[in-house]
Antibody, heavy 118, light 107 residues
């Protein structure tokens, strides 16, 4: 069974940093690109960042470029999101998602909540 | 950035009826369009990819159509478990974008 489990979300002050993790199991992790998708409370889905299978290529939505870094460790079956200079508008539930084939997501974790507030 | 719009915002339908949801892309995306269902407190679930291909284990009452910039998700006979939020998403390039969603609720 494909499983994605996110962790690392918590309350953080504006300007602070956080590192999210996503552990994958039930599939060959390095066969797939991966992404982070977020959902602000009561709002819709927003793709945040993506990474190709070997970590060489990364992509970001404009609002997080220069602040967030996506990475992966295929030996540990893990995906990460390093978040710096956090803003109130980054408050959201962050989902880890498996990219089945160049952009559609066939497996999702349950999400980890990041709250940016003073 | 490709902007996705969805209509209507809310669709009120009786169980057993048909629901038709629309999605429009601001630029050409070919068939690079997916649909997701999300229920309260749950992660999104992939329904359709490639504009019209049902994902694994998705019932045949869900169908997708369209290409280019105009897309439709049809639920042929609504069951109680289908009342949820539905999002479209384009993946024509690496800057993936979602629509704002259509809520299907009970009439």
């Amino acid at each position: 069974e494909v499983q994605l489990v996110e962790s690392g979300g918590r309350l953080v002050r504006p300007g602070g940093s956080l590192r999210l993790s996503c552990g994958a199991s039930g599939f060959t992790f390095d066969d797939f690109p991966m992404s982070w998708v977020r959902q602000a409370p009561g709002k819709g889905l927003e793709w945040v960042a993506g990474i190709n299978w070997n970590g060489v290529s990364t992509y970001y939505v404009d609002s997080v470029k220069g602040r967030f870094t996506i990475s992966r460790d295929n030996a540990k079956n893990s995906l990460y999101l390093e978040m710096n200079s956090l803003r109130a508008e980054d408050t959201a539930l962050y989902y880890c998602a498996r990219d089945k084939s160049l952009g559609w997501f066939d497996a999702w974790g349950r999400g980890t909540l990041v709250t940016v507030s003073s | 950035e490709i902007v996705m719009t969805q209509s209507p915002v809310t669709l009120s339908v009786s169980p057993g009826e048909r629901a038709t949801l629309s999605c429009r892309a601001s630029q050409y995306v070919g068939s690079n369009l997916a649909w997701y269902q999300q229920k309260p407190g749950q992660a999104p679930r992939l329904l359709i990819y490639g504009a019209s291909i049902r994902a694994t284990d998705i019932p045949a009452r869900f169908s997708g159509s369209g290409s280019g910039t105009e897309f439709t998700l049809t639920i042929s006979i609504l069951l109680s478990e289908d009342f949820a939020l539905y999002y479209c998403q384009q993946y024509n390039n690496w800057l993936f974008t979602f629509g704002p969603g259509t809520k299907v609720d009970i009439k």
